[in-house]
């Protein structure tokens, strides 16, 4: 019986080494590397070598994988232009990414777009800000909001900040951060599609973003300026914000010397709170609705049990820096690998914050110790982890280039297990991303570009093994809108054979935290001879509105998905627009105000046809009458506070002739 087997070959001499074992070239093998070299891989070939084959040479290591239905397969390597550090699935299915600029000199990025379908990467825009380091979320309405970035690099701020600058060993000395926010709507034309909001109240570089169940975003954490952090009496140095109404304010409850590692693991809890699981030590609970009070949670397994000088809450150190976090099922989180005073670990914890008393337990370990490392929850519910390095040398050679994939037990609760996966074809540390793409595959990108460590502008993509164990089921058609605990129907043309539904919120990733990504399963209740009826999930608080993959699964092996958004029933939203005339001796000053109910702030301004970015994100604006150009037609589009289609209102109005004394004024 012949197998399809994975290889991994680095060096050269591919065709006499398969001639030495006696095998002609076949289809549908795929070589593939053990462990990471400087030399490229050469190339992919079709080869047939029985089971137990290795061979080890200078610069030259090769073994047999396993097969693809059993280690899955990887795809690439694709050369891109830019270091993928920051990664998001768009509801369109195409994949927004961009790297950014790790220095003072540059003040703006490069935004790409790339499609799972063609490989084609295209630049689309240039942001004008560098929103490199920055936090991101999908919104609701399917925007992508993206909050801070990198402003400088302080190379010389004393005294040192009390406390003390945060151990991030990628600073210089200190990094400030942008306020900036702004949102990307890939539903409108790139000229447009960036949209700059209001600035947050706060700096922030590495901050996490999180979308609540009412569709607002949380803010917390990111450095800042040295001036704020160097100010023990400033009340809002370490203090979370909120985005809601197109404005951002302070949750003035918080406590304002809670300070959080850069880029915490944070996620909507079941109750509603939002749940800092790591990778500090002692984890906690961020009230937003009784103005962001904190309750301490329960405290990690891993790490040391004296708390470090200068942190004796432990509400910053802990064990798994660098590594990550997913929550698997509504309120079930994996913190998995990073690194701490002990070294670069392979332990896992979970926590289940849906009991009475949630505890953090260790699961079962990993193969390889990993930091930097990529999480990515699979259609069948499975955790796929990938890229990472098991020490502090950041040497590609040292790079994990094997895939691991977390099966959770069967009975639901207890620890999972582990499976190793077929390796990568580069390596992916710091600064590497990884996304579940709508037809079931992931995509791997980038690594490097700061840090100390190599530059990898590539990108390669995996297909799990469940894409080799037999025909894939068809949605062929689903709705596009959804709303809680509503049932809703999907066409397949073997509705019959679908045994499973699963739903799963797009990605949006940066430095080895997706702060957008949930899985849950949809209940089966109904089926015709064409269509498969699931319930909806019923919490915002399990699942935040906004745009997620449906699949369909059959043995475990899932459909490609059908992007669906769920809210509650859309708000009434109104809007008018009401217009007053100031004349003076030669002209007149026109005014045009919004008024209506349950606008957000988005407000977008057009005159007489052409796109005002001056009066953007405010409720008016105003126009200059003369006898040249005596009529304004004023046009304002706004997206309602609680999603959805924009808004649109329109006014004309015209004044004049002017004149003095009975002799028209001249035309200016």
Not at 590 to 605: E, F, H, M, Q
């Amino acid at each position: 019986m012949r197998h399809h087997y994975c290889l991994l070959f680095i060096g050269f001499g591919l065709s006499s080494l398969a001639q030495a074992q006696g095998n002609n070239p076949l289809t549908g093998n795929v070589l593939v590397r053990n462990a990471y070299q400087n030399n490229s891989l050469l190339a992919e070939t079709s080869i047939e070598l029985q089971p137990g084959f290795s061979v080890d040479a200078p610069g030259f290591s090769a073994a047999i994988g396993r097969p693809y239905a059993q280690g899955g397969q990887w795809r690439g390597v694709y050369n891109w232009p830019i270091v993928g550090i920051h990664t998001h699935v768009l509801p369109s299915g195409k994949v927004l990414t961009w790297q950014g600029h790790n220095d003072n000199s540059h003040g703006h990025t490069g935004v790409y777009d790339w499609d799972p379908a063609t490989n084609a990467l295209n630049l689309l825009q240039t942001v004008h800000d560098n929103i490199f380091c920055s936090g991101h979320t999908l919104l609701p309405d399917g925007r992508l909001f993206v909050a801070g970035g990198h402003d400088r690099y302080y190379e010389s701020v004393t005294p040192q900040p009390n406390p003390p600058d945060p151990d991030n060993p990628f600073n210089v000395t200190y990094i400030g951060g942008l306020k900036l926010t702004y949102t990307y709507d890939y539903s409108r034309p790139v000229a447009t599609a960036w949209q700059q909001q209001t600035d947050m109240k706060r700096n922030r570089w590495y901050p996490t973003t999180t979308v609540l169940g009412n569709g607002s975003v949380l803010s917390v954490s990111g450095e800042t300026e040295p001036i704020i952090v160097m100010n023990a009496q400033d009340q809002n140095r370490y203090r979370p914000e909120l985005w809601q109404n197109g404005g951002w304010s302070w949750l003035m409850n918080a406590d304002r010397e809670r300070r959080l590692p850069l880029y915490p693991m944070m996620f909507l809890a079941p109750d509603g709170r939002v749940f800092n699981a790591g990778p500090n030590k002692l984890t906690g609970y961020i009230d937003v609705v009784n103005g962001g009070t904190w309750t301490d949670g329960p405290e990690h397994q891993l790490g040391a049990a004296v708390p470090p000088v200068g942190d004796a809450n432990r509400y910053f150190h802990g064990a798994h820096h660098e590594g990550t976090a997913v929550m698997y099922e509504p309120g079930k989180i994996l913190v998995i690998g990073g690194s701490g005073a002990g070294g670069v670990t392979n332990t896992v914890e979970r926590i289940n914050l849906n009991d009475a008393t949630p505890q953090f337990q260790y699961d079962a370990s990993m193969a390889y110790p990993r930091a930097h490392v990529n999480s990515t929850v699979l259609p069948d519910g499975s955790v796929l982890v990938t890229g990472g390095i098991p020490n502090g040398d950041k040497r590609d050679i040292d790079a994990i280039l094997p895939a691991e994939m977390w099966t959770p037990p069967a009975s639901g609760s207890g620890p999972g297990s582990w499976t190793t996966l077929n390796p990568m074809g580069e390596p992916r540390l710091y600064h590497s991303t990884a996304v579940l793409l709508p037809d079931g595959r992931v995509l791997s990108a980038g690594g490097g570009h700061g840090g100390g460590y190599t530059d990898h502008p590539t990108a390669e993509v995996f297909s799990p093994p469940y894409l080799f164990k037999g025909p894939r089921p068809e949605i062929s058609y689903a709705p596009a809108t959804t709303s809680y605990g509503q049932p809703f129907a999907f066409n397949s043309p073997t509705p019959g054979q679908i045994d499973a539904v699963t739903w799963i919120r797009l990605s949006s990733v940066t430095h080895s935290f997706n702060m957008n990504q949930r899985f849950l399963r949809l209940p089966i209740t109904a089926r015709t001879g064409t269509s498969v009826t699931v319930t909806a999930p019923a919490s915002p608080n399990d699942c935040p509105p906004g745009h997620y993959m449906v699949f369909a699964l059959r043995n475990g092996v899932p459909s490609e998905a059908r992007i669906v958004s769920i809210s509650n029933n859309p708000c009434a939203a109104s809007i008018s627009l009401t217009t007053s005339i100031s004349q003076y001796s030669c002209g007149a000053t026109a005014t045009a105000d919004v008024s209506g109910s349950n606008l957000g702030g988005s407000y977008r301004w057009y005159l007489n046809g052409v796109h005002q970015p001056a009066f953007d994100g405010q409720p008016s604006a105003v126009a200059q009458l003369t006898n040249c150009a005596s009529q304004a037609a004023f046009a304002v589009e706004v997206i309602p506070a609680c999603g959805g289609a924009p808004l649109t209102a329109s006014q004309t109005v015209s004044a004049g002739p002017f004149g003095q004394g009975g002799t028209l004024c001249a035309c200016e």
